[in-house]
Each structure stands twice: as C-alpha cells, then as structure tokens.
T-cell receptor, first 115, second 118 residues
C-alpha cells in the first residue's frame, strides 16, 4: 500500500504561469517531506523540503505547503520556466517509528512547461 | 566533481549472470543508501549503511542481492543469478556527516546504473 501518493502522473502548464504539484501521504509518523526533481537518465536532485512543524517553506520560485490535518502537501513553482520540465517526486521520512533516513517516494508527476 | 558517482551507467546482462555495481559517495558523508527505481515508479529503498555497518535492509532485497561497504567509503551492490524482474535503475545516495540521521537529512543521489536483464 502506497504511503506517499502523487495522483497526477502528468501536468502541463504555460511558461510564466504557476505550476502546482500535489502529494498526499497516509503515515502520520512522517515528519519531514522533500521534493526531488529528476531529468531523464539522471538521478533525483533535491529541490526543497519542509519539516512537519512548519506549514510553508519558500526558496526562490519554489514554495512547499504542508497541511498536516489533511496529510497533504503541494509544491508551487512561480513563474514556471521550460527548464522546470522534469519528473517531480514527493518523498517523506519519519525520524521515529520508522526507518531513519529511509525516504518513501511517490510515483512522480511529469511536469511539462510549454514556451 | 564532488557528487555521488556510480559505475557503470548502463549494464546489459543475460538472465542467470551475476552483476556488480559500484557507488562512491560524497567524501564527507558517512551514510550510504541503495534504491531501485522501475518504470513509472518512484525510487524504492533497498538498504543503507552507516559507515561500514549495514543497518537496514528492505524486504525487497532478496537473498540474491548483497551490498557491502567494507571501509566505510565506496559501496558495491551485487545481484546473483539475475532475473528479468531485476531490470531497473539502481540508485545510490549519500548523506551526513554526523553520528545519527538528522531530522532534516537530505539524500544526494548519483545518476544511477540502468540494468537490463535479457
């Protein structure tokens, strides 16, 4: 059973607009959440993260929002650029009650930003 | 280049053969992880090392799989008697330093080894 779910396999947005990628989780022990970006034939690259004690974290064009009660997080990219086209993975970990350092990944969302 | 290095990038083998992959982590990192990614899926955890000690193994890691990190630096992942179902991207990641996994620990991934079993 998937503990981290990304229900949208793909998303297409216009350059300059906002991209919103969603992620849901089921394990209430998760206390740290990360977004990774992956280009074809490369390994995942860390993008942004958020601790469960926060509800928002911002880094340049990237903002991650966490709604613990809904067990939902989202990644906002504003403005979107063609170079953002990649597969985005949501990942979660639990320091207690789970495997330390073991990230649980969603299946990914393929983002396409059209010029 | 001071990132995580994996070798080879691609491996094609016949069913029943043994294969071995190598991973060189970021030099100051003392934790090393192996993940596997199949088409349409996210990376799945296989095993991890704290220095030379293998601290956890996933149920995905069958008896045909063995990982080592003999001196706490590079690691090898061996698959014996490969099966077609072993075809996947094998990813290595590292993190640290520090004696324990931090709450906000980030994993840094290599480019992976793409295994194709014919």
């Amino acid at each position: 059973d998937q503990q981290v779910k990304q229900n949208s396999p793909s998303l297409s947005v216009q350059e300059g607009r906002i991209s919103i990628l969603n992620c849901d989780y089921t394990n209430s022990m998760f206390d740290y959440f990360l977004w990774y970006k992956k280009y074809p034939a490369e390994g995942p690259t860390f993008l942004i993260s958020i601790s469960s004690i926060k509800d928002k974290n911002e880094d340049g064009r990237f903002t991650v929002f966490l709604n613990k009660s809904a067990k939902h997080l989202s990644l906002h990219i504003v403005p979107s650029q063609p170079g953002d086209s990649a597969v985005y993975f949501c990942a979660a970990s639990a320091q207690y009650g789970g495997s330390q350092g073991n990230l649980i990944f969603g299946k990914g969302t393929k983002l396409s930003v059209k010029p | 280049d001071t990132g995580v290095s994996q070798d080879p990038r691609h491996k094609i083998t016949k069913r029943g053969q043994n294969v071995t992959f190598r991973c060189d982590p970021i030099s100051e990192h003392n934790r090393l992880y192996w993940y596997r990614q199949t088409l349409g899926q996210g990376p799945e955890f296989l095993t991890y090392f704290q220095n030379e000690a293998q601290l956890e193994k996933s149920r995905l890691l069958s008896d045909r799989f063995s990982a080592e990190r003999p001196k706490g630096s590079f690691s090898t992942l061996e698959i014996q008697r490969t099966e077609q179902g072993d075809s996947a991207m094998y990813l290595c990641a590292s993190s640290g330093p520090g004696p324990e996994v931090a709450t906000n620990e980030k994993l840094f991934f290599g480019s992976g080894t793409q295994l194709s079993v014919l």
